[in-house]
C-alpha cells in the first residue's frame, strides 16, 4: 500500500493505492489521524487504484470519517474500483459515505 | 484443480498475505470466475484476521493456521484450521447494516463479509482445532492442456507471432503461458504477441509473459508486445510491466524493437 497526500485549497487529498488489509490497515489510520490532528477535515480518499481492501481497512476509513465528522468535516471517497464498490455496498457504507465516480468530483464536492 | 492443495502458516498478521495468494491462485486454477476468486480470497483474509485477533489475541509464537483448497462437485472448498483457543464465529455481534456512522460499531464486519461472499460456511471445533469450512459455487474441471489455444504463424524474417484474444484472466493466462512456452519449445527465440483481440488481461496474464519473457532472455531471445487497447495498456502502466516490455502501437514497430 501506498499513500500520497496533497493539500488543495479547500479539501486534502488522500490518494491510496495497492492492497488494504489487516496488515497495513493501521498505517492508513495513522496517516489519516495525521491529517486529522493537523487541522485537514475536509478530506477525499481517492481508491481508484485500491484493487483490494479487507475490512480492517474499511473500520480505518469509518474511525477517520467519524471523527472529522464530529469536528465538522467530512470524509468522501472517489473513483472505487467495482470490487472495491461492492464491497462497500455491501458493508452498507455507500450510504454513510459520500462516493464519487471521480477525483475531480469528490474534490468539487466540498 | 486435479488434487488437493495445502498451505501451513504461524498465525501472525504479516503472513495472512500469503494465505490470500494461495487462495487466489487456487481458485483461479478451479475455474471461479474473476469476481468469485476475489470473494474466496477476502473470506479468507477476513477469516484469517480474525483467527490471529480475536482467537489467538495477537499473540506472537501463538499457533499454526492450516489452508486447504479442493474441488468438490462444482464448487471449490476452502478448510481453515487453527489450534487455537475455541472461536466460534457465530458469537460474534451483527454488524448494523443501516445505521448512522455514529452508531456503526466495528467488530463482525469480516465474518459478515464471509457470510455475504461464499454460498456456504461451517464452523466446527474438534481435537483441539478451530475449523472452518467454506464453500464456493461456481468451479469447473480445468480443461485439459491443448496444444496452443491462440493463432500463431510465423513472418518471412522468421518472427513468431501469437494472437490471444478475449480475457488473459486467471483461468486464460494459463493458456497464454502454455501458448508462449510451445512456441520457445519449438525452438522461436523472437516472439511477438499480438494484443489487438485482447480486452482484458489479470497479473496471471502478466506473468505468463514475464515467463515467456524469461526463458526466450535464457535463449537469447526477444519478445515484444503490440496494439494494446487503453484499458490493457493502462493496466500494464499501473503495474510498471509496461517498463518490462517493449510494447508497440503496431507490428512492424514492434518488429524494430526486437530487430538485432
Known sequence: ?110 | MPEERRLSLPAVLQRIPEACEFVNKAAGLSGLDEQSVYHCEMSVDEWCTNVVEHGFGGQPNAGHIEISCEVKDHTFVITVRDDGPPFDPTSLPEPNRVTSLEERRPGGLGWFFIQKFMNRVEYTYADGFNQLRMYKEGARPIPEATPSPYPAHTLPNGVRVVSPNGRLDSLHGRQLEMALNAQIDAGFTRVLVAFEAVNYISSTGLKALLTAMRRLQERNGQIALYGMSARVREVFEISGFDAVFPIAASADEALALIRE
Open chain 1, 1 to 110: 500500500m501506498h499513500i500520497t497526500v496533497s493539500e488543495m485549497r479547500r479539501t486534502t487529498l488522500v490518494e491510496i493505492s495497492g492492497r488494504i488489509d489487516s496488515t497495513n490497515a493501521t498505517s492508513l489510520g495513522e496517516a489519516l489521524n495525521a491529517e486529522i490532528d493537523a487541522g485537514h477535515l475536509q478530506m477525499v480518499v481517492d481508491l481508484s487504484n485500491v484493487e483490494y481492501i479487507s475490512s480492517a481497512g474499511l473500520r480505518e476509513l469509518v474511525s477517520a470519517a467519524k471523527k472529522v465528522r464530529q469536528n465538522g468535516g467530512d470524509l468522501r471517497i472517489a473513483s472505487p474500483s467495482p470490487r472495491v464498490r461492492e464491497v462497500l455496498e455491501l458493508a452498507g457504507l455507500d450510504t454513510i459515505f459520500q462516493v464519487f465516480p471521480t477525483q475531480v468530483e469528490a474534490v468539487g464536492s466540498f
